[in-house]
């Protein structure tokens, strides 16, 4: 081991003892009085905005043409806004650090080849950008603890301990070295369980033989991949059997879970995680999935900036994240729709809810409605073809006026039906059939069949791409 890989471990080994030490500690104040956690919430506040302020160029100017420093204490609600391509414009003046800067890193990222650190200190993440527009994040090792902090919490909310033999985990990732769950694996690979970490562009072939090998107790796979396996499982190419299993990044609706359930004999957790920094899991009540707002507070929106009270869907979340410091990401734009559940989960916890992730809001489409004007339709609306047996996954396009779903058949379906209905005609019908329900003018829908779907660089599937004139709009949710 040369000099640059023995301070790599050591660092990866102090991330990891942090992350545990200030996992305990977030576990330990679940239970208590929320005031609690909103005295730690505006303490963290305060060191990220104050830090910010003397630290960035970029929020130095900025907070102090906005007056965000006059109020005490600092208030959350009159912090500006950071979105996406502000954050990439000003990144050179954002960070905290002057040596860093976006073309040098972006260029560095593209030569990653496992997790190094950048100057041997800071993780530097990529997003792909399903929204077509790219992210770069750098975490120092306080910010990139609290990210450790989130994987040892979902995994003990999971009830993933240490166990001798050690737990065989198998994460089907990001493509990327550069994506946070290849370097979030990376830095839990210290040895308290095996890890198996597969590419989410490996064939399903190959996929399938490293899994029936590697025989996982913990298996963490994108939903859609989730649903290939369990087609797997069923015909008897794959078998393992897994005592816990978790899903995230993409949209899983009931009838995907169900599958799952039914194929692996196991409830699947589902887990959000976004590179902003907030991450969030379902708990053993699998009703919704718990943010985790200790170390990230979260702000549900409309379209216009404006806060969506709890039982309501907002149409994009505001982000702080409470640690790092190098990069400081202050009420940052994350796209997500979320409802936050307005109810206390049964588990006690204090965290806020999300009853549902609907995904991103660039993946709501806009048709002509019957009366005039726009109607919303959100993905979940398409939900009606994973209910179909023959259908293993589908994507939704938006040519102009016409609906063109590309779906993938189960090896099942056959070109023709008892009723004579051949699959397209069928689903097309039920799609156009729904689209109408919902107020749009003569829905146009073409189904296409397709051996596989195009997957975005992090290897996700994107359900929806919405044409040109689909804009953010605030909608109600099915
Ligand atoms: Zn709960």
Redesign the pocket.
Known sequence: MNSTEVRYHRRRLADVAQGMRLARTQIGREQQPRARLALHQQRRLETVVRHAAAYSPFYRTWLAETGALGSQPIDLAHLPILSRPLLMEHFDELVCDPRLHRDELLEWVGQMTRDQLYLDRYRVLLTSGSSGRPGLFVYDADGWRSIAAGFVRSADWCQLRPTVPRQRMAWVAGARPSHITRQGGATMAIGLHRILSLPVTLPLRKLVEALNRFQPTYLNVYPSIAMWLADEQQAGRLHVSPQIMATAAELRTPEMTEQLVDAFQVRPFDLYGCTEGLFGS????H?GI?LFEDTTLVENVDADSRPVPAGQPGARLLVTNLHNLVQPLIRVEVTDMVTVDPDP?????ILI?AKAIHGRNDDVLSLPARGGGQVAVHPLHFALLTADPDVREFQVHQDGPVIRILIVPRSSAGSTTADDDDLETRLSRAVARQLAQLGARDPQVTVERRHELARSAGGKLKLVIAGPSSKPVNIDTP
């Open positions: 379902e708990c053993e009540y009703q718990h989960c049964p588990c006690g916890r809810r």
